[in-house]
């Protein structure tokens, strides 16, 4: 697929079968997050990849508990998962000290979620799990997710295969300035 129309493709992904992706696949998808520039080649991420259920749903649980089922309108529908149930999800850590890491893992997280849309994968970048690594049980996930020392949550991104689809969003053109 072209890349300029995998770009234009590419959707935000939130209804997913429950088939697990191939590892084949899923292995390129990391490699594409692997090969993500980043400010001085630092690479400050780690990807911690999740296709347990049960941890997965323990995740989601501990967020909404640490948002409190005021904090999104989104966590009083009972049916709510803010992996939409997908079934493999990557947490991205990054380095704390380093001044770049939010926007290296962001550039990271891009490269998996177009690599996914170039192989049929669905996905949905997320950063509503960030609370789960703020509370009392947040040690204890970084700990089960492999977290290494002195790295934290930035950004996650969920893949599946995808059973919903919405249209593209519209272009803002008042967004660019040119400047001559």
């Not at 520039?37 to 259920?53: D, E, L």
């Not at 049916?79 to 149930?85: G, K």
């Given at each position: 697929m072209?890349v300029?129309q995998t770009?234009?493709?590419?959707?935000?992904?939130r209804i997913y079968k429950?088939?697990?992706?191939?590892?084949?696949?899923l292995?390129?998808?990391?490699?594409?997050?692997?090969?993500?520039?980043?400010?001085r080649n630092?690479?400050p991420?780690?990807f911690s990849?999740?296709?347990n259920?049960?941890?997965?749903?323990?995740?989601h649980?501990?967020?909404?508990?640490?948002?409190?089922?005021g904090g999104?309108?989104?966590?009083?529908?009972?049916d709510f998962?803010?992996?939409?149930y997908?079934p493999t999800?990557?947490f991205?850590f990054?380095?704390k000290?380093?001044?770049?890491?939010?926007v290296?893992c962001?550039?990271?997280?891009?490269?998996m979620?177009?690599?996914?849309?170039?192989?049929?994968?669905g996905s949905?970048?997320l950063?509503?799990?960030?609370p789960a690594f703020?509370?009392?049980?947040?040690?204890?996930?970084?700990?089960r997710?492999e977290?290494p020392?002195?790295y934290?949550f930035?950004?996650a991104?969920a893949?599946g295969?995808a059973?919903?689809m919405?249209?593209a969003?519209g272009?803002r053109?008042e967004?660019i300035?040119?400047?001559?």
């Amino acid at each position: 697929m072209d890349v300029l129309q995998t770009i234009s493709n590419r959707r935000s992904h939130r209804i997913y079968k429950e088939e697990q992706i191939p590892e084949d696949v899923l292995s390129a998808i990391l490699r594409a997050g692997l090969e993500a520039p980043s400010a001085r080649n630092h690479q400050p991420w780690h990807f911690s990849v999740v296709q347990n259920k049960d941890l997965i749903q323990e995740i989601h649980d501990e967020a909404a508990l640490v948002m409190g089922k005021g904090g999104s309108p989104r966590f009083a529908d009972p049916d709510f998962q803010i992996f939409y149930y997908a079934p493999t999800v990557v947490f991205i850590f990054g380095e704390k000290d380093f001044s770049w890491t939010e926007v290296d893992c962001g550039i990271a997280v891009e490269n998996m979620a177009l690599a996914a849309e170039g192989m049929g994968i669905g996905s949905v970048i997320l950063g509503l799990p960030k609370p789960a690594f703020r509370g009392q049980k947040a040690d204890e996930l970084r700990k089960r997710l492999e977290c290494p020392d002195r790295y934290d949550f930035v950004i996650a991104i969920a893949l599946g295969y995808a059973t919903d689809m919405k249209d593209a969003h519209g272009l803002r053109e008042e967004k660019i300035s040119r400047i001559k």
